[in-house]
């Protein structure tokens, strides 16, 4: 489950993301009382069993059972508010009711691996990458957007309203670039090519963790802005990751 917010009386509005219907939002009413029979099931970030009737406006949840509650992950600050920042990301980068599969799947293994003891870093990193590229923008790694050419080790920079690498000599062309390390380049790279639990094993230092966190933060912000108009989101996102609840 992605988020909740409360509607009429006791009801309760919640956004999930499912592996075959994608992002849906479903009311549950009465979730609010305290011996609601669904409520308790519906936690955010919960793996949840849902049984749907159609609704009105909203499909209703007639049935709701918690099939993973990922207590670990909950119970450690750091943890949480990156399970929490990776489902408002995937809340605003999905379309409603649009089957999305592999997002389903890469979720489910953030959170897996948050609950678990890989380290929370290259999970966000990964996780960001994976949902450029599922949303058509899979930054260019290899090459300058200006010009075209192969990329030469340690003269290269990223342009993130371009959507990835240019090199030194095109700067001036590219707009707003930020700088892009021989290391944090190699990290993209190996990330584009490797599967969650390979990409996850690295382990990344505070400061090549902060230069990948800006670079994926501003391609990001490129997306949501050009597909959803949603401006100002992402400093809400940052802002989550800053501040544990
Ligand atoms: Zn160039």
Redesign the pocket.
């Known amino acids: 489950m992605l988020r909740a917010f409360p509607v009429l009386e006791a009801d309760r509005l919640v956004v999930v993301l499912t592996p075959s219907l994608g992002k849906l939002k479903v009311t549950v009413r009465g979730a609010r009382r305290i011996k609601s029979r669904l409520g308790g099931h519906l936690d955010v970030l919960n793996r949840v069993n849902l049984t749907l009737a159609l609704g009105h406006r909203f499909d209703v949840v007639t049935g709701a059972e918690s099939a993973e509650s990922f207590a670990s992950l909950k119970g450690d600050l750091d943890r949480l508010a990156a399970a929490l920042y990776l489902c408002e990301l995937v809340d605003g980068l999905l379309p409603e009711a649009a089957p999305h599969p592999a997002a389903y799947g890469l979720l489910l293994a953030a959170l897996r691996a948050l609950d678990g003891e890989v380290a929370p870093e290259s999970v966000l990193r990964y996780v960001e990458l994976r949902l450029l590229d599922d949303s058509g923008y899979m930054p260019e790694l290899q090459r300058?957007l200006?010009?075209g050419?192969e990329l030469e080790a340690g003269h290269h920079r990223y342009a993130p309203a371009l959507g990835g690498t240019?090199?030194d000599?095109?700067v001036v062309a590219a707009g707003r670039v930020l700088p892009l390390s021989v290391d944090a380049l190699k990290v993209l790279r190996h990330f584009a090519r490797s599967d969650f639990a390979e990409a996850t094993r690295l382990h990344l230092a505070p400061e090549l963790d902060a230069e990948l966190e800006g670079i994926l933060g501003f391609s990001l912000q490129h997306v949501l802005e050009r597909e959803m108009g949603t401006a100002g989101f992402i400093e809400h996102l940052r802002t989550l990751r800053r501040r544990p609840p």
Do not use: Y
Request: aromatic content about 0%.
């Open positions: 300058c200006v010009c050419k240019v090199d000599r095109c």
